[in-house]
């Protein structure tokens, strides 16, 4: 009986369905909506910025250190 039971569990698990968070909108926004950008997936928050023109490149020179956003303010996701 123990067989039988993992076999139904196996066969549901194989059509279970794949939802790609990549084909969606997504927006970055920082916690007290002052930026509010178009985000990427997969992503982060630095490249996001960066790409919206928001902060300089984070890996050319010092620029990483230098941009504190992401660090000092909660920033979300939102699809």
């Not at 698990?13 to 950008?37: H, M, R, Y």
């Not at 790409?51 to 050319?60: C, K, R, T, Y």
């Amino acid at each position: 009986m123990g067989f039988a039971l993992w076999m139904l569990l196996a066969s549901s698990l194989a059509v279970a369905q794949v939802f790609d968070l990549s084909e969606l909108q997504w927006t970055l926004k920082n916690q007290n909506g002052s930026i509010v950008v178009p985000g990427s997936l997969p992503s982060q928050v630095h490249l996001d910025l960066f790409e919206a023109g928001i902060i300089d490149d984070p890996l050319l020179g010092i620029n990483g250190a230098l941009c504190n956003i992401p660090i000092n303010y909660s920033t979300l996701y939102l699809s």
